[in-house]
Each structure stands twice: as C-alpha cells, then as structure tokens.
C-alpha cells in the first residue's frame, strides 16, 4: 500500500487542485439516469445501508460560491469506496438512446480508477464506447441476487481486513483510561473551542489524570493509513493557524489581547500538545510510524493497533479493570 495519501492533485476541469482524499468514506457512489431506475434504486439501498455503507448520488443543487460540478459530482466520486453505475438506455421516439450523463460518470469513475459496479438491463443494448468493459446484464427477477453478490465483493476488495477485536466506546475508554488518559468535561469555553478543532478531523479531547495536559485521541480503527495520516496533519494545521499564524492578524483587529503570561501558557500548551492514535493492526501501526519518521508532526504521537488494545485489556484481571474505571 502506498504510505502517501491519495489526493486529487488534477483537475479533470482545469480548476485548482482539490485535494479531495480519494476512497476516504465507506460509502458507494451510484451514477444512474434520473428516469425509470426506480426498482434498481430500492434494492441497491437496502443492500448497502444494512452493510454500513453510505449512498452518494449527484444531485442538482444550486450552491452559491461553490463549484457545482465538483461538489455535486466530481467530488462524490472521488471520496466513494467504490462505485455503482446503472448503464441503462432511455426510450425516444421507440428507440433506445445511451444517456449521456451516466455515460458521463462512467467515464469519470473509470478515469479516477475506481471499484465500478456496472450494471445494464438484459434486454438493451450497449453504446459502442464500453461494449468490451465488463458489465452485468440482469433481469427485474436476477437483479437482487446479482446486485448482493457483486456488492459484497466490492466492500471485500476495497475494504482492510477488519479485526474481530471489536472497539466500542466502553473497551476503548477502558483502554485509555489503562494508559492514564481520560475524556475530560468540557467546562471551558478554551476547552470547548479544542474540542471543536479537533472533532472536524475525527479527534476527541482527552487528559491525563493529573488535568496538566491535553492530547487528541483518534479512533481511526476504520480507515487507511494515507487517511489516517492526512487528518493528523490537518489537525496540526488547524491547531497552528489558529494558535499561532492568525494571532497577528487577530490582535490588530482587536479581537484578541495577549499578556505576556497568556502568551508564556499558550506556547507551554502547544509543545505539551500529544496525539493519540488506534488504528486496525499492526502493520497500519508501521507504516504510519514510518511516515512520521521520515516527515514528523510537530507533536508526540502515540500509535497502537487493535492487538496492542486487545493484548492490554486481556491482560486485565476483573478488579483491575474496575479500578481503572474508577479513577
């Protein structure tokens, strides 16, 4: 696996990078013509929302300072797990006629290189430009069982292996709460504000049990290494521009007033800074200690796996795991 995170540096439109993080959301993007997929439409949503994955279609909202191209469409691609494509012809006139929109998408999703799913009804034919690519042809009465079929491959082979350690919020706050760190009650306004930076990019606040000290704890169990990584160091960008680079800019328009001690305590803050991490196994552990070895954050990192959690809390006689509860 690449260490290095994927971004979209090209844009298919002439437009400035994006830097949308391709394959970053467990979700499946479905390009279909807006007639008559209604059947199909039902049957893909019930099979990925009960397998956990999000459905992304373009739509055609109208947003004010926004590109509508990129957000809605281009974007939805980029960010999908894998992708769907209904290859069904529309009706004119008696006869049938490819639909250039989906035609469109399908030429999008094949150009960023994603996990396509193409499907076409049986009884249609198919536009000369992807008659050799590989489709399933299907029926009102074998469209079910081929749709759940060729889904459950696609989350297969786009998804890590998952563990069967799973975490859920009680075993991962046992866990911390074995290596001293606690998830703190926001009773500040400072500490609010934290919290808020750090949970735009999937990080909790959390303290050691002395309250000296924060750290942001990420729970990244279901996402790659490269993803992982973009979002530690987004944190830290968020982190830095708005305790460090914007100061200047805040305090001549008046919105913030500095003493010597609050800078002194700002600057304490910012080197005691500490980055937690859970990520799947072992090998992610590597691979991201990797990357941070050779390009390191500006903060500690703390990186443990799903065995590390699993081999500690095994190691937890009954009492011992109510006595870190209880501190």
Same mark, same amino acid.
């Given at each position: 696996?690449?260490?290095?995170?994927?971004?979209?540096?090209?844009?298919?439109?002439?437009?400035?990078?994006?830097?949308?993080?391709?394959?970053? #959301?467990?979700?499946?993007?479905?390009?279909?013509?807006?007639?008559?997929?209604?059947?199909?439409?039902?049957?893909?949503?019930?099979?990925?929302?009960?397998?956990?994955?999000?459905?992304?279609?373009?739509?055609?909202?109208?947003?004010?300072?926004?590109?509508?191209?990129?957000?809605?469409?281009?974007?939805?691609?980029?960010?999908?797990?894998?992708?769907?494509?209904?290859?069904?012809?529309?009706?004119?006139?008696?006869?049938?006629?490819?639909?250039?929109?989906?035609?469109?998408?399908?030429?999008?999703?094949?150009?960023?290189?994603?996990?396509?799913?193409?499907?076409?009804?049986?009884?249609?034919?198919?536009?000369?430009?992807?008659?050799?690519?590989?489709?399933?042809?299907?029926?009102?009465?074998?469209?079910?069982?081929?749709?759940?079929?060729?889904?459950?491959?696609?989350?297969?082979?786009?998804?890590?292996? #998952?563990?069967?350690?799973?975490?859920?919020?009680?075993?991962?706050?046992?866990? *911390?709460?074995?290596?001293?760190?606690?998830?703190?009650?926001?009773?500040?306004?400072?500490?609010?504000?934290?919290?808020?930076?750090?949970?735009?990019?999937?990080?909790?606040?959390?303290?050691?049990?002395?309250?000296?000290?924060?750290?942001?704890?990420?729970?990244?169990?279901?996402?790659?290494?490269?993803?992982?990584?973009?979002?530690?160091?987004?944190?830290?960008?968020?982190?830095?521009?708005?305790?460090?680079?914007?100061?200047?800019?805040?305090?001549?328009?008046?919105?913030?007033?500095?003493?010597?001690? #609050?800078?002194?305590?700002?600057?304490?803050?910012?080197?005691?800074?500490?980055?937690?991490? *859970?990520?799947?196994?072992?090998?992610?552990?590597?691979? *991201?200690?990797?990357?941070?070895?050779?390009?390191?954050?500006?903060?500690?990192?703390?990186?443990?796996?799903?065995?590390?959690?699993?081999?500690?809390?095994?190691?937890?006689?009954?009492?011992?795991?109510?006595?870190?509860?209880?501190?």
């Amino acid at each position: 696996m690449d260490k290095r995170i994927r971004r979209n540096e090209n844009c298919v439109i002439g437009l400035p990078r994006c830097d949308f993080v391709f394959s970053s #959301t467990r979700s499946a993007f479905i390009g279909r013509s807006c007639a008559d997929n209604t059947f199909e439409m039902q049957v893909l949503q019930s099979l990925l929302t009960t397998r956990g994955v999000q459905v992304m279609e373009a739509n055609g909202k109208v947003m004010p300072g926004q590109n509508a191209f990129c957000q809605n469409l281009c974007s939805k691609i980029i960010l999908s797990q894998f992708c769907v494509a209904l290859l069904n012809n529309e009706t004119k006139d008696g006869s049938e006629i490819p639909n250039a929109g989906i035609n469109m998408e399908y030429g999008l999703m094949l150009g960023f290189n994603k996990y396509v799913i193409s499907f076409q009804r049986a009884s249609q034919q198919f536009p000369f430009n992807v008659a050799g690519l590989d489709t399933i042809r299907y029926t009102t009465e074998d469209f079910p069982r081929k749709a759940e079929e060729a889904i459950d491959i696609a989350i297969k082979q786009t998804t890590q292996a #998952t563990p069967t350690f799973i975490a859920t919020d009680q075993v991962v706050e046992t866990f *911390l709460l074995t290596k001293r760190w606690l998830f703190p009650r926001l009773t500040s306004e400072a500490e609010r504000n934290l919290f808020e930076m750090g949970r735009n990019v999937g990080f909790y606040l959390v303290m050691p049990f002395d309250g000296l000290q924060y750290a942001f704890f990420g729970n990244f169990t279901a996402l790659r290494p490269e993803v992982i990584l973009w979002r530690l160091r987004t944190l830290e960008q968020i982190v830095h521009e708005r305790f460090v680079a914007s100061v200047p800019e805040r305090e001549r328009l008046g919105l913030l007033s500095l003493n010597a001690a #609050t800078r002194d305590a700002w600057t304490t803050f910012l080197k005691g800074l500490k980055t937690i991490l *859970l990520v799947t196994s072992d090998e992610d552990r590597s691979q *991201l200690m990797q990357a941070l070895e050779s390009e390191p954050v500006k903060w500690a990192v703390e990186i443990y796996s799903m065995n590390d959690m699993s081999s500690t809390l095994i190691g937890l006689t009954p009492a011992k795991a109510a006595a870190a509860q209880r501190s």
